[in-house]
C-alpha cells in the first residue's frame, strides 16, 4: 500500500473543502460521512487537527496511538508516519486541519522568542531544555480556539484563496494555542524543527523513496526550504537530488529484476505508478531495458 501525502491528496480527497491552501500550508475543512479504516499517510508538513464531532483515532509507526472526540486538538509533526481511522458519530464525523510549512513556523518561532526577550529583560533568562517530542500529541483546546475554527468558515469560506491571509490566520491560530498555559507549542514546534534539520539528507530519501515523494516533499520533511535543499544536497552529494534518487531506485530495481520479480511489479515496488516512466528512467541509467536485464538473468539460468 502507498501513503498518501499530506497535505497535498486532501485538496482533491471528496468532503475536504479547502478554506485557504498554499502548497504545504492550509486550513481545511473535512466532513465524511463513513468511517475510514487503515488509510496510511505520511504529513511533510506539520498538522493540528481539531475535532468538531466523532471521534479519530490516529496510530503512528511507532505504535503510539491516540484517540481525538469532539473539541480536542491533536499535534502532529511532519515526517509522521499515520494509520487514521475515523469512527462516526450519527453517520459523519467533522474536523479542522491546519498544516504549516518550516517557513511559517519559522516566523512563530521568532516573534515567541524576541516576546519572550522582552519579558526576561533585567531579569533571568534561565534556558529550559526543549522537551522530548512523542510523534503525536494531545493540546488543550480552550474557548478561543473553538470561537477561532468557528468563525473559519463563517467568515472565509467565500474568500478567494490568499497566500498572505492564509499566513496570518496561521500566526494567529498557532498564538492562540500558546497563549494557553497548558499548551508549550513554542517548544514543541523548536524540538521538532530542530529535530528534523539534523536528519541526514541521503537517509531521508532512501526510507521514503517508495512512497512516491516529491523533491519539495523531501525538503520539507528535513526542513529545509526546496533551494536550500537542492544547494546542499548537491553540495554534498555532487548530483541534483532527483537524479540522485532515480539512480538508487534504478539500483534497486536491478535488484529486484534479478530475484525474479516481473516489470510491473518491479516499477510499482521501486515508486513508479507508471511503468512506462519506469522503463524510460531505467534504460536511461543502465543503457537497457528493464525486460532486457530481467530476460538476461534467466536467460543465464
Known amino acids: ?37 487503515n488509510q496510511e499517510k505520511i504529513a511533510t508538513s506539520h498538522c493540528f487537527m481539531y475535532v468538531l464531532k466523532g471521534e479519530v483515532e490516529v496510530q503512528a509507526s511507532d505504535g503510539s496511538s491516540i484517540t481525538t472526540r469532539p473539541s480536542e486538538m491533536l499535534f502532529m509533526p511532519r515526517d509522521t508516519y ?45 534556558e529550559i531544555p526543549s522537551p522530548i517530542i512523542p510523534s503525536i500529541c494531545t493540546l488543550q483546546a480552550n474557548s ?20 498572505e491571509l492564509l499566513k496570518l490566520k496561521v500566526l494567529e491560530f498557532l498564538h492562540l494555542v500558546n497563549m494557553d498555559s497548558r499548551n508549550d507549542i513554542t517548544a514543541t514546534l523548536k524540538a521538532s524543527e530542530q529535530r528534523k534539520r539534523k536528519r541526514n539528507m541521503a537517509s ?24 536550500t535543499f537542492n544547494r546542499e544536497f548537491k553540495r554534498k552529494y555532487g548530483k541534483p537530488p532527483k537524479q540522485w534518487l532515480i539512480e538508487q531506485k534504478m539500483l534497486e530495481a536491478n535488484k529486484l529484476l534479478a530475484n525474479g520479480l516481473n516489470v510491473t511489479n518491479c516499477a510499482l515496488e521501486v515508486g513508479y505508478s507508471n511503468v512506462s516512466h519506469f522503463i524510460k528512467a531505467y534504460r536511461t541509467v543502465h543503457g537497457k531495458t528493464p525486460k532486457e536485464i530481467h530476460n538476461s538473468c534467466f536467460d543465464r539460468n
Open 144 to 163: 478561543s480556539i473553538s470561537h477561532y475554527f468557528n468563525a473559519l468558515r463563517q467568515v472565509y469560506s467565500n474568500l478567494d484563496n490568499n497566500r
Open 1 to 37: 500500500m502507498k501513503y498518501q501525502t499530506l497535505p497535498k491528496a486532501l485538496y482533491t480527497y471528496p468532503g475536504v473543502e479547502k478554506i485557504f491552501y498554499d502548497n504545504q500550508s492550509c486550513i481545511l475543512f473535512k466532513k465524511l460521512s463513513n468511517s475510514l479504516l
Open 204 to 227: 531521508l530519501m532512501l526510507e521514503n523513496y517508495k512512497n512516491n515523494l516529491t523533491v519539495s516533499d523531501f525538503a520539507n520533511l528535513s526542513g529545509r526550504s526546496l533551494s
Open 82 to 126: 499515520l494509520i487514521s481511522d475515523f469512527v462516526t458519530v450519527d453517520d459523519s464525523i467533522e474536523l479542522y486541519l491546519i498544516f504549516i510549512e518550516h517557513d511559517i513556523i519559522d516566523a512563530f518561532l521568532s516573534s515567541s522568542v524576541r516576546r519572550k526577550e522582552v519579558e526576561n529583560k533585567g531579569g533571568e533568562n534561565n
